[in-house]
Every structure is written in structure tokens, then in C-alpha cells.
């Protein structure tokens, strides 16, 4: 008998976006990149890209490259130091005991090196049919939406996303993990929650 599926997005849903970033900004100022000046290089950079999920760390490490006296070795291992990377409190046990009767996939639009290097990071690998999961550019693309299984759930931080998916497709279980506030989606296979663990009641 085959497992249930369940799709995990990964930045805001298992993966502390704003933790993560504090976390790369304080290594790299203690290699000398100051504050100031990386929030406007880092801005520039963010300007150029037509979706914040196209960021790619090596472009931003080349130019903070140009910009300050620090060695491109000493910059890269500054922000990859595997004590930046954080999740949210719950995640690992909510994989942990969900992995043992599920079959876990990400769901995830980003630069793939990029969230690759997130996903070895905080060794949440381990718990992922990765090969499946769909870590894509656009997400939300009719061909990606088309290639989540039958049947499978859903769990996503984007309120659009979980609209998107509930109007194209039906047959989905969707969940909103809304961390920010009391507001909740309501629906057809539609379920607000406010914490991973939730998954587990």
C-alpha cells in the first residue's frame, strides 16, 4: 500500500527565513562587512531580480566581493556557516513522526542550488523523497501544479498559493501554516494552522 503524500514548502514553512538572515548578516560583520553598506548592496541586488525567490547567494557573495577587502573563501564560508541556517522550533519532530507513515516532498520555488544548500544545511534531507519533490522557479507554473499527486497534502506559508492550488486543484488537502496572525482560510480541503506540530494532532 502506498504512503500519503504530503508537500512541504520550505522558506516560512519549515525553514526560518528572517532568524537565517539575521544569523548570515552578524557572520559576515565579524569578517569586516558592515551593516550599512551590505543592506544596500544586498537592496541593489534585489532590485535586479523580478521575483524575490530568484535571490542566488553567489551573486550576492560576488558582489559583496567587489565591495569590501575580504577574501571570496572567507566570505563564502562566513555565510554558509551551518550554525546561520534555522529552523522553526517544531520542524524536525514534525518530520521525524510524519516521515514514518508519509511520503515527505518539498514543494519549493527558489534558486535550486539555493535552497539545495538549505535543505544539507539543517539536514532535513534525511526526511524527503527528494528525487520527487518539486523545487521549481515559478511553483505556480500549470505544469509544476500538474505534476503534485493526486490526492496528496498541501502545507504552505502564502495565502496565494493555497488559493491558487484550491482553484486548480480540487483534489487536493491544503494547508495554510499562518505564523503572523489570526486570520484563517476557509474552505473546501482547506485547514488554518498556526504551528507545524499541528500536523501531528
Do not use: C
Not at 500500500?1 to 532568524?19: G, H, S
Not at 527558489?110 to 527528494?130: A, V
Not at 502545507?155 to 486570520?183: C, F, G, M, T
Amino acid at each position: 500500500m502506498e504512503k500519503p503524500n504530503i508537500y512541504f514548502d520550505l522558506d516560512r514553512t519549515l525553514f526560518d527565513t528572517v532568524k537565517s538572515g539575521q544569523n548570515y548578516r552578524a557572520a559576515l560583520e565579524k569578517i569586516g562587512i558592515g551593516t550599512e553598506k551590505y543592506e544596500q548592496i544586498y537592496s541593489n541586488y534585489k532590485s535586479t531580480l523580478e521575483s524575490s525567490t530568484d535571490f542566488d547567494p553567489k551573486k550576492l557573495l560576488d558582489l559583496l566581493t567587489k565591495n569590501f577587502n575580504v577574501s571570496p573563501e572567507k566570505l563564502a564560508q562566513s555565510f554558509w556557516e551551518k550554525g546561520n541556517f534555522v529552523l522553526f522550533p517544531e520542524t524536525m519532530k514534525t518530520l521525524e513522526k510524519l516521515s514514518q507513515n508519509n511520503d515527505l516532498r518539498l514543494f519549493s520555488e527558489g534558486n535550486k542550488n539555493w535552497q539545495k544548500g538549505k535543505i544539507e544545511k539543517t539536514e532535513i534531507g534525511e526526511f524527503f523523497d527528494l528525487e520527487a519533490s518539486l523545487i521549481e522557479k515559478r511553483k505556480l507554473s500549470p505544469e509544476v501544479i500538474a505534476e503534485i499527486v493526486q490526492g496528496a497534502m498541501v502545507i504552505d506559508d502564502k495565502k496565494e498559493v493555497i488559493k491558487q492550488l484550491a482553484s486548480q486543484r480540487p483534489d487536493l488537502h491544503l494547508v495554510w501554516i499562518n505564523r503572523n496572525n489570526e486570520e484563517e482560510l476557509t474552505g473546501q480541503n482547506i485547514r488554518t494552522i498556526r504551528d507545524l506540530s499541528e500536523l501531528l494532532e
